[in-house]
């Protein structure tokens, strides 16, 4: 049986996350919607926006574009908002911009191992060089006044843990926060997370919080990371997609050893709906456009009777809340 330590609060410098657990940066899929459901479901200590383009912010012709997805909010505090960028000065200058936006916390992105990302020299592709990664850490750190965090693969190359050297380098630059996705960037999702570079990683550093990411789906899953490799957080990415009770339920067994039952198909036809309208209700897109960016995700909810696929692909045909509406609502009463 757990004792609620397990469940005990971190500080990010001065910034109190309550519980351990939190919510990953999810390229289009942490937005406002996403992340205010987690929360208020309960157990999730901390969010963190989906990642921004320092450069894109910096660039007359897409900074509108990038200041719509800004869309973090007091209530959520501490939220993190992500930066990805190769440039030190244009990450710090980016930095700049959404600290004056009001990010309680600025996040660099040296995990995203997408070709898009990556082959601008920007994500995951950071770690081939600790030197580069190192400087856009101090550039950043030196432009803002609140806490700067990271986010890591375990290593850009297969096999060579660039994480470790980094997360001491970090440190000494003035980082207050490391998290590692315990995965090469050539994994992308694959294979499994070797939590052993967390434990490593852990060891390293002195005074700053390891968040632990990768293959965290369940409370067992958690506690066992956190058995394992000391890591004073685990954050939970793919295993809180169509599953934003995940948190809720992950402290629960923290502090009792004890596993909540799944949600009914329609108590997560309900969440779903809620999902759904929140989107629309707090995004900056037109209808149909919200409809289809968020459609993957509500599919996600697992709303089909056992063996059945029905549900699901009215889902991602569906162009129009209302006709979400039609196809969810029938399993409330079922």
């Given at each position: ?66 200041i ?17 960028g ?23 992105n ?45 290593g ?13 380098a970090?440190?000494?630059a ?60 685990v954050?939970?990415?793919?295993g ?44 900056w ?42 196809i ?5 009463q079922?």
């Open positions: 049986m757990l004792t609620t330590t397990a469940l005990k609060p971190f500080l990010i410098d001065t910034i109190c996350v309550d519980t351990p657990l939190t919510l990953a940066p999810m390229a289009g899929y942490s937005n406002y919607a996403f992340r205010s459901l987690c929360r208020d479901l309960g157990g999730c200590g901390m969010v963190c926006t989906e990642l921004l383009s320092g450069p894109a912010l910096l660039d007359k012709s897409s900074r509108a574009r990038s719509r997805m800004f869309d973090w909010r007091a209530s959520e505090f501490p939220v993190a908002v992500q930066l990805f190769a440039i030190p000065q244009e990450v710090a200058e980016a930095a700049k911009i959404v600290v004056d936006y009001g990010a309680a916390i600025v996040d660099i040296m995990g995203c191992w997408v070709p898009k990302v990556a082959k601008k020299g920007g994500g995951a592709a950071l770690l081939r060089d600790v030197c580069t990664a190192t400087a856009v850490v101090e550039a950043v750190v030196k432009a803002v006044d609140v806490p700067v965090t990271v986010k890591v693969r375990s850009w190359e297969d096999g060579l843990v660039t994480a470790i050297p980094f997360a001491r970090a440190e000494q003035g980082v207050k926060a490391i998290a590692v996705h315990a995965r090469f960037a050539g994994q992308g999702h694959t294979g499994s997370a070797d939590w052993d570079v967390i434990r490593r990683v852990k060891e390293m550093v002195t005074d700053i919080p390891v968040i632990g990411n990768g293959d965290v789906h369940t409370g067992a899953d958690a506690a066992r990371m956190m058995a394992q490799t000391g890591c004073d957080g954050m939970v990415g793919r809180a997609m169509g599953k934003p009770w995940v948190f809720q339920h992950i402290a629960h067994y923290l502090q009792t050893g004890e596993t909540l039952p799944e949600p009914s198909r329609a108590e997560r036809a309900q969440l779903a709906l809620a999902h759904a309208r929140r989107w629309l209700e707090t995004s897109m037109v209808e149909r456009q919200a409809v289809l960016e968020m459609r993957g995700q509500i599919s996600k909810y697992q709303l089909d009777e056992p063996g059945s696929v029905i549900i699901r692909n009215q889902i991602v045909r569906a162009n129009s809340l209302a006709e979400l509406e039609t969810i609502e029938p399993i409330l079922a």
